[in-house]
T-cell receptor
Framework: ETGVTQSPTHLIKTRGQQVTLRCSSQ?????VSWYQQALGQGPQFIFQ???????GRGNFPPRFSGLQFPNYSSELNVNALELDDSALYLC???????????FGPGTRLTVL | AQTVTQSQPEMSVQEAETVTLSCTYD???????LFWYKQPPSRQMILVIR??????QNATENRFSVNFQKAAKSFSLKISDSQLGDAAMYFC??????????FGTGTLLAVQP
């Protein structure tokens, strides 16, 4: 059974640019949740996708957007990058929205 | 609003000894789950243990067990026979009807040989 995978591992961007992060869910999971973890803090919920539809959103601006594909993999897009967007971005998948979430290894984004 | 509080930024334990990490939470949900996740330097968040709020029996997973006090909204993690590989950041988290996890600020556990 393949676990949750994320790409890329690290990314460096400059302020104002756009970035796309990718996540492949664990086999048999149809729900993907995205979290932002700033240095020294706990993860903060960005949004969740269930069967290709957004199923809940945290307190993040509209420049954070996402997609889920028919194979349940997902993308997180961030437009107009700001310095404060520098963080570890974690993806988690679950069998359904209310089930236990299993995390990927994360993508470290640095905005200069 | 749901909140999770971890009041111990850092803890230390001797190898083979027992350590308890504290967590308190606040929620208006009647049906919820509580979790402990471990995040080693590799960054991947690993599920340690899960507790269903409606179950009175404390969850146990090998050397890891919880003390769940629902009335006090307390959810502590006990690690027995600590091993060097247990060294990591530990996060307490809760969920509810919103399906999103609310995390505490974490406790950094050091294991001394």
């Amino acid at each position: 059974e393949t676990g949750v995978t994320q790409s890329p591992t690290h990314l460096i961007k400059t302020r104002g640019q756009q970035v796309t992060l990718r996540c492949s869910s664990q086999s048999g999971h149809n729900t993907v949740s995205w979290y932002q973890q700033a240095l020294g803090q706990g993860p903060q919920f960005i949004f969740q996708y269930y069967r290709e539809e957004e199923n809940g959103r945290g307190n993040f601006p509209p420049r954070f957007s996402g997609l889920q594909f028919p194979n349940y993999s997902s993308e997180l897009n961030v437009n107009a990058l700001e310095l404060d967007d520098s963080a570890l971005y974690l993806c988690a998948s679950s069998q359904k929205p209310t089930d236990t979430q299993y995390f990927g290894p994360g993508t470290r984004l640095t905005v200069l | 609003a749901q909140t999770v509080t971890q009041s111990q930024p850092e803890m230390s334990v001797q190898e083979a000894e027992t350590v308890t990490l504290s967590c308190t939470y606040d929620t208006s949900e009647s049906d919820y789950y509580l979790f402990w996740y471990k995040q080693p330097p590799s960054r991947q968040m690993i599920l340690v243990i899960r507790q269903e709020a409606y179950k009175q029996q404390n969850a146990t997973e090998n050397r890891f067990s919880v003390n769940f006090q629902k009335a006090a909204k307390s959810f502590s993690l006990k690690i027995s026979d600590s091993q060097l590989g247990d060294a990591a950041m530990y996060f307490c988290a809760s969920d509810g009807a919103t399906n999103k996890l609310i995390f505490g600020t974490g406790t950094l556990l050091a294991v001394q040989p």
